[in-house]
């Protein structure tokens, strides 16, 4: 059974850090893509950062360059988001994704096969 499950979230300053994490089960990196995406309410759904161990590629989206990191803990199976210079705008709910053999694609989100249930991001000003 594939479980994706997100922790980490919570309420911070702006300019503040956290470190989402993505406990995965059932699933090995080498076959999957493992995205992160946020939502806001109200707002669409947004690809964060994805990581593709397969390829060796990492993709951020331009609102997050430079402050957010994606990273992999193969022994944990365990994937990172880490976010730094936090900005109100940040605030969403946080997903994480599971791609099989997908490209990492920031704005597929429709094609990734398995989801978390989230965790919440709130930035105060």
């Known amino acids: 059974e594939v479980q994706l499950v997100e922790s980490g979230g919570g309420l911070v300053q702006a300019g503040g850090s956290l470190r989402l994490s993505c406990t995965t089960a059932?699933?090995?990196?080498?076959?999957?893509?493992i995205g992160w995406f946020r939502q806001a309410p109200g707002k669409e759904r947004e690809g964060v950062s994805s990581?593709?161990?397969?390829?060796?590629?990492?993709k951020y989206a331009d609102s997050v360059k430079g402050r957010f990191t994606i990273s992999s803990d193969n022994a944990k199976k365990t994937v990172y988001l880490q976010m730094n210079s936090l900005k109100p705008e940040d605030t969403a709910r946080y997903y994480c994704?599971?791609?099989?053999?997908?490209?990492?694609?920031?704005?597929?989100?429709?094609?990734?096969?398995?989801w978390g249930q989230g965790t919440q991001v709130t930035v105060s000003s």
């Open positions: 994704a599971a791609e099989y053999y997908g490209l990492g694609d920031l704005t597929n989100w429709p094609g990734y096969d398995y």
């Open positions: 059932g699933i090995s990196f080498d076959d999957y893509v």
């Open positions: 990581l593709n161990k397969r390829h060796g590629t990492i």
